[in-house]
């Protein structure tokens, strides 16, 4: 009887169960701290290392570091129980990339982040919805097609380069290049994608200002484990805005395609083809639109759209970081930035306008080495990730799991030797 408490007073009961639980609730606190303490511990030593591959020179510099120390590979953590497995050796890249798309498909832990503005564009379709969209795609970048873009380039890099020298003249002694170079290759692709001039470069423009934010709010969510999830991140302040941005983004998207279809019915394919010959460009919106598989069906708005925006964005960060990197590189080697410089100036010499041609692009091939080995050092997309559906067997008899995620680097590969160092294609080419 003494283990029951109804000899007590009814306040007594109440006051038992409340201590009793405040204990419990004690108890349940201080286990809940432990585990996040050891989860904080263990994710902070295991994931500043994954979150080394943050687009700066601090994450760069440790990133590199990382793949001198483990050549073949590395497993990284984010958070306590998701392991990703870094493979930087093109021996046990290959095995990788050369797997179907069945047994090595896209992983969309990273990829998914981009859902919900480039939806199945290229960059995240897979499967038959891939290969037939890719075969549609084909002509867009036929070179009748390419070649008049090149006047587009001159324009918007000549708009840049004004800037620069009104701030040089200013007595600007520095400038953020980056910045500067992603505003040209905007202008450049909303002007071959739309046939739409922003004007961007010298004023503000909602479209481009979204676009710069959407790919900022992308690469924070990446480093934010918490944010992974669709249902938290789009409680906070920034999971709203990317949906604004998206939004944004979309709209004028789908207002350029319906215009364009207006356009269609009304002309004619070939009156409206005649139309774009004589102003020499057939922007890639106009490509899409006169698409069509081998049933003859046509491409719909919603897949219109997830292409364009998929061009914009992945053709405008990875131009302005691959310039980038090129500049400095040439800055850092005044001798072959000069020698650049020569060769240009050779092949432009007694020309008016002074601009360069489609037909002068093979006609640097020192210029062109120099891009290569910049490209070959800081890559503008340095890894890919993938997800394997089936025990994969390394070149040295290890396995990778089935559904671990490896992440492939871009190998700095030349004639089956890992080389390093800005000299080493050029030197050969001395």
Partial sequence: PLLSLSW????AVVAAYTVAAKLLLVGVSVASCRVLAWTYTFSYDNYQAGSSATPTEEGVKKFIQLVTTYPQGFKLWLGPTFPLLILCHPDTVRAITSASAAVAPKDMLFYGFLKPWLGDGLLLSAGDKWSHHRRMLTPAFHFNILKPYVAIFNKSVNIMHDKWQRLASEGSARLDMFEHISLMTLDSLQKCVFSFDSNCQKKPSGYISAILELSAFVEKRNQQILLHSDFLYYLT?????????CRLVHDFTDAVIQERRCTLPTQGTDDFLKDKAKSKTLDFIDVLLLS?????????????????????????DTSASGLSWVLYHLSRHPEYQERCRQEVLELLKDR???????????????????IKESLRLHPPVPAITRRCTQDMVLPDGRVIP???????LQPREE?????????SLLGRAQ
Avoid at 415 to 423: A, I, N
């Fill in 8 to 11: 007590l007073e009814p306040r």
């Fill in 237 to 245: 302040p920034d999971g709203r805005r990317f949906r604004r941005a």
């Fill in 292 to 316: 069509k598989n081998e049933d003859g069906k046509e491409l719909s708005d919603e897949d219109i759209r997830a292409e364009a925006d998929t061009f914009m964005f992945g053709g405008h």
């Fill in 352 to 370: 008016e306008p002074i601009e360069i041609e489609w037909d002068d692009l093979a006609k640097l091939p020192f210029l062109t080495m120099c």
């Fill in 402 to 408: 089935k559904g671990l995620r490896p992440l492939p």
């Fill in 415 to 423: 004639q089956g030797e890992v080389t390093s160092g800005f000299y």
